[in-house]
Each structure stands twice: as structure tokens, then as C-alpha cells.
């Protein structure tokens, strides 16, 4: 038996999905700089002033949120090549931001799962674009 609750989104346990919404002066943004990270989703602990979803940060911003948390991504000078397994600081920093939700527009396109984007205009008049990734994991 289904039941559907108006205004409620639900998906089955076996799937995974994601939804961002931005301005589509956001989105071209995101689109065309490579250092702009987009919050899809994470939970964080240990921090007072958390990522906003939806929003757009740089990585400098990303590592200052970060560091003032309880679980800290080292900095560059704590950083060691050979026992982290990572052949570049950067290349670090990209799997700790990737794993802790984050993803830049060049990661996009790159996720295993479905994804889209549609524009569209809110009934404020903004224009908005949505991205969305679903599907299963396995």
C-alpha cells in the first residue's frame, strides 16, 4: 500500500539522491570557476557555523569552516606526501572537501549516479537552476 503526503518528498531506502537549487548567476558562476565548491550535503559535527547547503564557497573558505572544527583538515604544513597516499596537497584537500559533501562543477559530470539540472523561474520572477543526482549506489 503507498501513501503520499502532499509537500513531503520521499524515496526508497535503496536509493540515493541529492538536490541543489541556485540562482543562475550562481550556477554560471560555479560553472566557470574551478576553485567554487557547492554544498550537496554532509553533516558536521563539531562545528558551530556548518556549510550552508546551496551555497557556493571557495576552498579557502571551505578549509576556514573546516579548521575550526572538532575533526580538522590538516594544513599544507602538516601535510605529508608520503604517508597520506595523495600526490598533491590539492589533491588532498579535493578528497577531504569531496568526502565531507562538497563538490566543484568539474566533479559534476563525473558522478556515477543519474543526474540533470533545469532551469526554471520561482514564482518570485529569480531565475533558479536545479540539480538534482539519484539512483541507486550499487
Do not use: C
Request: no cysteine; charged share 30%; net charge negative.
Amino acid at each position: 500500500m503507498k501513501k503520499y503526503r502532499l509537500g513531503v518528498f520521499e524515496t526508497n531506502s535503496s536509493t540515493s539522491h541529492s538536490l541543489v537549487i541556485m540562482s543562475k548567476e550562481d550556477a554560471w558562476r560555479w560553472k566557470n570557476n574551478p576553485d567554487l565548491w557547492v554544498v550537496k550535503d554532509g553533516y558536521w559535527y563539531g562545528l558551530d557555523n556548518p556549510p550552508t547547503k546551496g551555497k557556493l564557497y571557495t576552498t579557502e573558505e571551505l578549509i576556514d569552516i573546516f579548521s575550526k572544527g572538532k575533526y580538522q583538515p590538516k594544513t599544507a604544513e602538516e601535510f605529508t606526501y608520503d604517508n597520506e597516499g595523495f600526490e598533491s596537497y590539492d589533491e588532498y584537500i579535493k578528497s577531504y572537501l569531496s568526502d565531507e559533501g562538497m563538490i566543484r562543477y568539474e566533479d559534476w559530470n563525473e558522478i556515477e549516479l543519474e543526474h540533470d539540472d533545469e532551469e526554471f523561474v520561482s514564482p518570485s520572477g529569480d531565475k533558479m537552476v536545479a540539480y538534482s543526482v539519484y539512483g541507486t549506489e550499487y
